[in-house]
């Protein structure tokens, strides 16, 4: 069955902090990869999506991810975090449209920043 | 601009009282679907629609009813709400086709049932 797993529900790093939030799934087939950000009181908002090629994606508000297969990740990153990416973080993964157009969303990771 | 509406945004209601959140987009997808998020649940699939007059079952669809009369509007009904039912309901839209599989989601709507 389809899945995905944030490991780490919260979260705390200072500002100028790199930071590193970690999802691991589960998908039978090549996966659709995507992390969303919540910030309080919004919806979701796409930071990037990894569908396929370059297995190191960029995104938006200067975040990165990394696909890797072997080890079934898509780990989101960034160099040095400010204060306003403080907001709830959700990895997901999507069927593919050919196969069927399910997604299915880890449980969250809670980001707070300290000055 | 393009986008996903979700109404109304908050709402306290009382047990049994029935209530639906209104849902519409103005891009022109055939795919539309209602999810709930809870503390340590992530996000839940309630029901999820193809197109017009297709709809289906997600995760979580006990106590909720949708319908798919126009491709611009998904409606969540709550015929008997129940406070298991007190959530933050999000509505998100995607075009069903090879190259476009993002989803668009709504700001949600906060439900809290008495």
């Known amino acids: 069955a389809q899945s995905v797993t944030q490991p780490d529900i919260h979260i705390t790093v200072s500002e100028g902090a790199s930071l590193e939030l970690r999802c691991n799934y589960s998908?039978?087939?090549?996966?659709?990869l995507f992390w969303y950000v919540q910030s309080p009181g919004q919806g979701l908002q796409l930071l990037l999506k990894?569908?396929?090629?370059?297995?190191l994606v960029q995104g938006i508000k200067g975040f990165e991810a990394e696909f890797k297969r072997s080890q079934s990740s898509f780990n989101l990153r960034k160099p040095s975090v400010h204060w306003s990416d403080a907001a709830e973080y959700f990895c997901?993964?999507?069927?593919?449209?050919?196969?069927?157009?399910?997604?299915?969303f880890g449980t969250g990771t809670s980001l707070t920043v300290i000055p | 601009e393009a986008q996903v509406t979700q109404n109304p945004r908050y709402l306290i209601t009382v047990t049994g009282k029935k209530l639906t959140v209104t849902c519409s987009q103005n891009m022109n997808h055939e795919y539309m679907s209602w999810y709930r998020q809870d503390p340590g649940l992530g996000l839940r699939q309630i029901y999820y629609?193809?197109?017009?007059?297709?709809?289906d079952k997600g995760d979580v669809p006990e106590g909720y009813k949708v319908s798919r009369k126009e491709k611009r509007n998904f409606p969540l009904i709550l015929e008997s709400p129940s406070p298991n039912q007190t959530s933050l309901y999000f509505c998100?839209?995607?075009?069903?086709?090879?190259?476009?599989?993002?989803?668009?989601f709504g700001a949600g709507s906060r439900l809290t049932v008495l």
């Open positions: 998100a839209s995607k075009k069903v086709s090879s190259g476009a599989n993002v989803l668009t």
């Open positions: 629609s193809m197109n017009v007059e297709v709809t």
């Open positions: 990894y569908f396929s090629g370059d297995t």
């Open positions: 998908y039978g087939a090549t996966p659709y």
């Open positions: 997901a993964v999507g069927e593919a449209p050919n196969t069927g157009n399910q997604f299915y």
